[in-house]
């Protein structure tokens, strides 16, 4: 359930709309912020991280605002691979209006936590706390609803929250917090974004084409439109394309 299968960047924007649209407003504000440096992406930091202080003086969005901030283009790419790694099953699975509950009511909590336990002078951002919350829903499948996940994917999943708590606790400039409490958000709110969901099924996808499979006739409508310059395979994967030139300038960036 964790493999992806789609056969272009747009048949995954189609078919996992949410998950999509959050990994674009990571790049987006990245693009904003730090790469153009524009005066407004200075004036969206400002706002939005999350400050443990400020939070305290009554500015409560802060606890909403920081999962869709990042502090360089590897922290964005990161969760946002996370994000493209195990969002997309949940979504198909429980739709997408509990999917944005689960996702956004995960990392509220974490900030939560890391407001009630961190320091009072604590500034943190980034989508590692509702990221941890859908490993708490997956962990949560894997006690209690057998049935919605395979013994593989539950293998992976939790070897892979191993590795991230690991990581948690032994890399520096981590919010632990977020990611302990982000954790805790998901596997709480599970069972009521769970409640009537199916288990993740490639072949629910595979209905939603437009086409029939290349091997059996059809009509292609566009075959007398004047053949483009920009080749099929680069114009279906742009998404892609964009965010490895992004990975390419990041790693560039620590080198010079």
């Given at each position: 359930m964790f493999i992806r299968n789609e056969r272009s960047i747009k048949e995954f924007m189609e078919y996992y709309p949410v998950v999509s649209t959050l990994v674009i407003i990571h790049l987006v504000l990245w693009l904003i912020i730090d790469f153009l440096a524009l005066p407004i992406g200075a004036m969206i930091e400002a706002w939005g991280i999350g400050d443990n202080f400020l939070i305290a003086q009554g500015q409560y969005w802060?606890?909403?605002?920081?999962?869709?901030?990042?502090?360089?283009?590897?922290?964005?790419?990161?969760?946002?691979?996370?994000?493209?790694?195990?969002?997309?099953?949940?979504?198909?699975?429980?739709?997408?209006?509990?999917?944005?509950?689960?996702?956004?009511?995960?990392?509220?909590?974490?900030?939560?936590g890391t407001f009630i336990f961190g320091p009072e002078y604590y500034w943190h951002l980034g989508a590692s706390g509702a990221v941890f919350g859908l490993f708490g829903i997956y962990i949560f499948m894997v006690m209690n609803r057998k049935h919605l996940i395979d013994q593989v994917s539950a293998q992976m999943v939790s070897v892979i929250l191993v590795i991230g708590l690991v990581m948690t606790f032994f890399r520096s400039g981590i919010n632990v917090y977020a990611h302990l409490f982000g954790f805790i958000g998901g596997f709480i709110l599970a069972p009521l974004v769970l409640k009537h969901a199916l288990p993740y099924s490639p072949w629910r996808n595979q209905r939603r084409r437009r086409y029939y499979d290349d091997d059996e006739i059809q009509f292609d409508p566009k075959r007398w439109r004047k053949r483009r310059w920009i080749p099929e395979k680069i114009r279906k994967n742009w998404l892609l394309i964009i965010i490895g030139i992004l990975a390419i300038i990041g790693l560039l960036g620590r080198f010079f």
């Open positions: 802060r606890l909403f605002t920081p999962i869709f901030l990042h502090g360089d283009l590897m922290h964005a790419l990161f969760n946002s691979f996370s994000l493209v790694l195990f969002g997309p099953a949940l979504e198909q699975m429980v739709g997408k209006s509990k999917f944005l509950l689960a996702y956004f009511g995960a990392g509220i909590i974490g900030n939560l």
